[in-house]
C-alpha cells in the first residue's frame, strides 16, 4: 500500500488541500471523531480507529451499516492519531497525510507534532498554512520544490550531522540544538534536500 491518509478530529485545512489528499490517498482512516468529519466531507471511509470516545451513538451505527471496519484501541499510552500512524505502519503504508489536526487544545496539537516523531513511518501533516514532516538518519527530506518556498528546521534535542542544501541557510554536517535558529529560511533552487546522522528534526514546509 502507497498512501494512507488519516482524518483526525479538529479543523480541516483548506478544501483544495483536502480535495487533492483524498484523491491521492489507497486508504482513509477516521481517527476517532474524524469519523463525523469524514460523513459531513463525503470522504470514503476504509477503517475507524481509536478509543472511540469521541464518535456519536448515531455515527457508529451509521458506520457499521455501511458496513466500515471498527478498530477499537484503549491504550492511553498515546493518542488517538499515534494509533492511526502505528496501525498504517504495520499495513506497510509507505506514506501517511494527515489533516483535521489544526486549532483545538494547544497542547493537543504539540501531541501531534509528537506522533508523527514517534513513529517510524513517513507522515506529514497539513494546515492551512505549511506542511510539518520529520527528519530523522533513515528518513531524509529530498525533494523538488519551487523557488523561494519558504521552511523552518527545528531539532528535537541534540541533532548531529545536519546536512541542510538547496536553501539561502546551508549547513553541512553541523549540530543543531533546540533553538530558533532555524526559523524562515528559503529554498534557492528547485531541490531542497535535509538530512541528518543522529536525532530528529521538525520540518515545517510552507505553502
Given at each position: 500500500m502507497e498512501r494512507v491518509l488519516i482524518v483526525a478530529n479538529s479543523e480541516l485545512p483548506k478544501r483544495q488541500i483536502c480535495t487533492k489528499l483524498v484523491e491521492d490517498s489507497d486508504y482513509v482512516i477516521a481517527c476517532d471523531g474524524?469519523?463525523?468529519?469524514?460523513?459531513?466531507?463525503?470522504?470514503?471511509?476504509?477503517?475507524?480507529?481509536?478509543?472511540?470516545?469521541?464518535?456519536?451513538?448515531?455515527?457508529?451505527?451509521?458506520?457499521?451499516?455501511?458496513?466500515?471496519?471498527?478498530?477499537?484501541?484503549?491504550?492511553?499510552?498515546?493518542?488517538?492519531?499515534?494509533?492511526?500512524?502505528?496501525?498504517?505502519?504495520?499495513?506497510?503504508?509507505?506514506?501517511?497525510?494527515?489533516?483535521?489536526?489544526?486549532?483545538?487544545?494547544s497542547d493537543h496539537q504539540m501531541a501531534n507534532y509528537f506522533a508523527i516523531l514517534e513513529n517510524e513511518i513517513n507522515a506529514f501533516i497539513h494546515l492551512d498554512d505549511c506542511m510539518?514532516?520529520?527528519?530523522?538518519?533513515?528518513?531524509?527530506?529530498?525533494?523538488?520544490?519551487?523557488?523561494?518556498?519558504?521552511?523552518?528546521?527545528?531539532?528535537?534535542?541534540?541533532?548531529?550531522?545536519?546536512?541542510?542544501?538547496?536553501s539561502n541557510w546551508t549547513l553541512d554536517d553541523g549540530d543543531l540544538k533546540p533553538s530558533s535558529k532555524g526559523l524562515h529560511n528559503f529554498t534557492t533552487g528547485n531541490k531542497l534536500e535535509i538530512s541528518c546522522e543522529d536525532g530528529m528534526l521538525l520540518i515545517f514546509l510552507n505553502y
Open positions: 474524524g469519523l463525523t468529519t469524514c460523513f459531513s466531507n463525503d470522504y470514503p471511509i476504509d477503517l475507524i480507529i481509536g478509543d472511540l470516545d469521541s464518535i456519536t451513538e448515531d455515527d457508529l451505527s451509521k458506520a457499521r451499516m455501511n458496513g466500515i471496519e471498527i478498530l477499537k484501541i484503549e491504550d492511553q499510552e498515546c493518542n488517538d492519531l499515534s494509533k492511526a500512524i502505528a496501525h498504517a505502519e504495520k499495513m506497510s503504508a509507505q506514506r501517511v497525510d494527515i489533516i483535521g489536526v489544526q486549532g483545538g487544545q510539518v514532516t520529520t527528519v530523522c538518519k533513515s528518513r531524509p527530506f529530498i525533494h523538488s520544490i519551487e523557488f523561494k518556498r519558504q521552511f523552518s528546521v527545528f531539532s528535537i534535542g541534540i541533532s548531529k550531522g545536519v546536512k541542510i542544501s538547496g
